[in-house]
C-alpha cells in the first residue's frame, strides 16, 4: 500500500502550458502523480506532457478516455506508451472487443506496462442523467455492470466514484483498482461534481487512488492545499 500522499494524483486541467509546469513544480513531494487530461494534450500535446512530468518527475495519470473501435483504441494505446503513464483510461462503453484490445496494446510495454482503467460512469453523472440517455436504473447498477465487464476483458481497475466503492469491491474483489475522482474537502466548493466525497471518506471506503483537482490547482497557494489535505489524510 502507498503512503497516504502517493495516493493523490492532481488534475491538471489547464490548455496553459507554463502554469502546468508551475503546478507541477510546486507539488513535488506533496502528492502521487499528476493527472493531464484532454484540455490540456489539445493544447500541448506530448511535447508538453513530457515538459510537466519532467518538471515535478512524477507518475503520469493519462487522462484521455480513449473510445472508439478497437483497432482505433488499441493503436492509441500503443501510441500512448512512449511517455511511460503509470495509467491511463478507456470507456468501458466502448464494449468488450475495445477493452481487451487497450489491455493487449498495453502489455506491449512489458515491465513498464500501465495500469489500464475503463471509466464507468462520469460523476457529473446522476441517475436522471442516465435516463435522459437511454440507460435505465440506477448509476450504481450501471457502473457495476461496466466495472465487471472491464475486468474480465483484462482492465486493472475503473475510474469511479467513492459512493460506489463498496459495491464494487464485492463485485469485482480487492485487487481491482478503483481510482475515485469527485474528491472534495469539507472546505472546498462542489464546482459541477455531484456524487463527491471527502479524501478521508474515500479513503475510508477502500479507494486506491484519489483524482483532487479544483481544491489544489484552484486554491491560492496550490502547495498548501495539498499540504492540508495531506494532513487530513494522515490523520485519518
Known sequence: MPRPTNRIFVAVDTPDLGRAAGL????????????????????????????????????LFRDLKFHDIPNTVAAAVRAA????PF??????AGGAAMMQGAAA?????????????GVTVLTSLADDDLAAIGVAGKTTDQVVR????????????VV???REIVALRHACGPDFKLVVPGIRPSWAAADDQRRIVTPKE?????????VIGRPITGADDPAAAAR?????????
Open 160 to 162: 469511479c466514484s467513492a
Open 87 to 92: 495509467m491511463l483510461n478507456v470507456h468501458a
Open 146 to 157: 461496466l466495472a465487471r465487464l472491464a475486468r474480465d476483458c483484462g482492465l486493472d481497475g
Open 202 to 210: 474515500a479513503l475510508d471506503l477502500g479507494a486506491d487512488y484519489l
Open 24 to 59: 507541477a513544480g510546486s507539488l513535488g513531494g506533496l502528492v502521487g502523480g499528476l493527472k493531464l487530461g484532454k484540455e490540456f494534450f489539445t493544447a500541448n500535446g506530448p511535447q508538453g506532457v513530457r515538459a510537466v512530468v519532467a518538471k515535478a518527475a512524477l507518475p
Open 105 to 117: 496494446a498495453a502489455a506491449e510495454a512489458g515491465a513498464d506496462r500501465p495500469l489500464v482503467l
Open 81 to 84: 506508451l512512449p511517455l511511460k
Open 228 to 236: 492540508r489535505i495531506a494532513g487530513e489524510i494522515a490523520g485519518a
